[in-house]
């Protein structure tokens, strides 16, 4: 009787969990530590070497598995940890199953984090290769914004799929209630698809001067509802993507070269071979000055007082070089000038002429 008990006793600690015994559980916990520590070992090392694998030599590919590992988190050790000890263990159907979804949920969330850093290491390489250009620079988030909306769209459903959810019946009642929710947000919604349209077609970038309406300034952010400007006084103007698409935008940002049109007013009393003489010497002043372009000057209207020259030039690179700056360095030189040859300006008089009223005595 007292053996048969033993025999029970040692078989019943056999038998700790699940109906696993003590021997199974520890292969399983031996398993499990070993994976996770040699798959952290193997990210340590790739992370550790990152900015070797991340130089330019290296192709693309090479770097871009570099990066995912180095960013790989540590929930998905975890999770293959287990997946590796479950199969040194017999569970009961529910509890295996517990354990797989719980597995599905880590690898499928470390599956979107991928997708979502591979796009993001993708945009930016395009951006390094492009240099200076600031073409990315507005876009940047919002591509990655509508990009990981889709990626982890794509995770959901096909989680809920392993789960054995109907996938078809839930996007139909999606659908359905999709339409009622773009109507009562169909402001933002416009935004959004606003803020695509800017990234795509690219009519301007962060940097780019712009005049919209009655509102200019320097673009200093695209975001998803709204774009940002930086007037000359200072302060922020904030306009929605939709209202800028459906604006006049002048884009001073991407000028090869701005125009500028002076006109100057001479008097009458200047001597005609002066006169004759001035288009020259106006065209003269302006190709001196560096990054500037002339295009004509001409003696264009007679005026009741003065005698008008129109003098039109460019400013190069207007980005580089301002137009004030190059319109200040002429007018200076033609003050110079008009003073050694003793040309005067012209300037608007109004000359009053007072009539006293004669006055004759009455005769008788």
Known sequence: MMSNYLTHEIDSAYQLLLGNSLSNWL??????????????????????????????????????LAYLIANTRQFLFVAIALGAAQTCLKLPDRSQHTVSNVVLILILLQVGLWAGRALRFYLETKERERGADQVFAGSLDIINFVARMLIWSLVILVALENFGVNITALLAGLGVGGVAVALALQNILGDLFASLSIALDKPFVVGDRLEIDAYGGKVEHIGIKTTRLRSDAGE?????????????????????????????????????????????????????????????????????????????????QPSVNSLLDLQQAVNFRIIDEFRRLGVEFDYPTQRVILVRPRITADKE
Not at 31 to 55: E, F, N, P
Not at 296 to 308: G, P
């Open 27 to 64: 292969v399983a916990a031996v398993v499990a530590v070993a994976v996770w520590s040699g798959l952290w070992i193997v990210r340590r090392l790739v992370a550790s070497r990152y900015k070797k694998y991340s130089a330019g030599q290296h192709r693309v590919p090479v770097r871009l």
């Open 236 to 316: 922020q103007i904030i306009l929605s993507n939709a209202d800028v698409l459906k604006s006049r935008v002048r884009n001073f940002g991407r000028a090869q070269e701005q125009r500028t049109l002076a006109t100057i007013r001479v008097t009458y009393d200047t001597p005609a071979d002066t006169l004759r003489g001035i288009p020259k010497l106006l065209e003269g002043i302006v190709r001196e000055q560096p990054n500037s372009r002339f295009e004509r000057c001409h003696l264009k209207t007679l005026t009741d007082s003065a005698l008008l020259f129109e003098l039109s030039y460019f400013v190069q």
